[in-house]
């Protein structure tokens, strides 16, 4: 499976932005990581393919919503109320359908795509 990660850039702090991830193939779980600068990569949201069930990084909860089309075998993180702290490369990353939060259960990843909220 490859994925594209796309919708990143820059935003100023109280903005929103959409990242989206496409899939060439079917996948089962899809999460959204990130890792800024100088620091370890860590998990945002989760998206369970088959029932739409999300899960969230206690830091994004109420702002970021995750997503997803079948149809398109896209995968979205909607980000709103977006924080300087919010900074970092955005991944997408795809994996069975017991992936959860740790980033070595998933098998599949995307580029990374950029996001920088200004202040």
């Known amino acids: 499976v490859q994925l594209q990660a796309s919708g990143g850039g820059l935003v100023q702090a109280g903005g929103s932005l959409r990242l989206s991830c496409a899939a060439s193939g079917r996948t089962f779980s899809m999460s959204w990581f990130r890792q800024a600068a100088g620091k370890e990569r860590e998990f945002v949201a989760r998206?369970?393919?088959?029932?739409?069930?999300?899960y969230y990084a206690e830091s994004v909860k109420g702002r970021f919503t995750i997503s997803r089309d079948n149809a398109k075998n896209t995968v979205y993180l909607q980000m709103s109320s977006l924080k300087p702290e919010d900074t970092a490369v955005y991944y997408c990353a795809a994996g069975p359908g017991g992936a959860g939060t740790s980033q070595t259960e998933y098998e599949f990843w995307g580029q990374g795509t950029l996001v920088t909220v200004s202040s």
């Open positions: 998206v369970r393919w088959n029932n739409g069930w999300t």
